[in-house]
């Protein structure tokens, strides 16, 4: 088993930033592949960065690259996910989640919601 306990979201203007975390536990955590997946008003969830304990293997979905950054801190069994210039579009609600290959969630985290204002 596998245990995430998220954290960071809220509100925040267009080009603001917000930093989620997620605090993970369990026996075997460390040999899952981490990622972010986000549901947006109406669509469907889908994957928006990915990252090993170890740091490599970074994912980002095209329409975050270059203003999302995912990192690991084993020390605090933590991930995050810094959001720059963050965009409107970009509100929706966030999912920490394990899983035992790129893009796949076995575990999943309680979501957190990021609204971002025009």
């Known amino acids: 088993q596998v245990q995430l306990v998220e954290s960071g979201g809220g509100l925040v203007q267009a080009g603001g930033s917000l930093r989620l975390s997620c605090e993970v536990s369990?026996?075997?955590?460390?040999?899952?592949?981490m990622g972010w997946f986000r549901q947006a008003p109406g669509k469907e969830r889908e994957l928006v960065a990915s990252i090993r304990w170890s740091g490599d293997d970074t994912y980002y979905a095209d329409s975050v690259k270059g203003r999302f950054a995912a990192s690991a801190d084993n020390a605090k069994n933590t991930v995050y996910l810094q959001m720059d210039s963050l965009k409107p579009e970009d509100t929706g609600d966030y999912y920490c989640a394990a899983g035992l290959t790129l893009g796949r969630g076995d575990y999943w985290g309680q979501g957190t919601r990021v609204t971002v204002s025009s």
């Open positions: 369990g026996r075997t955590f460390r040999t899952y592949v």
